[in-house]
């Protein structure tokens, strides 16, 4: 079973990250060189399942794992740039 967003879904989420200034995954390669130089962490065993950044709130999703990166590690785990005690928070107003 796979989790789709809509259009809309994602047209919402691509308005959010250029209003934020998010940080990008472009591509495959762009995510490997991530995972290899430590910038995207690695799953835990509580790790929901993902096949996009959609599907995991806040988090990030690794799809080298298929899971969202929880608990995160990094602001590079985050959606929001913003991880804190593990957990990936809304960014500050």
Known sequence: YALRGTRDSLVRQNERVELESL???EDDNDLQNRIASGSLSTPGPLALPCQSDASCGTHRCNPQYGRCVFPCQTA???QTSNCVMGVCMPAAP
């Open 23 to 25: 940080e990008r995954i």
């Open 76 to 78: 590079t785990d985050c």
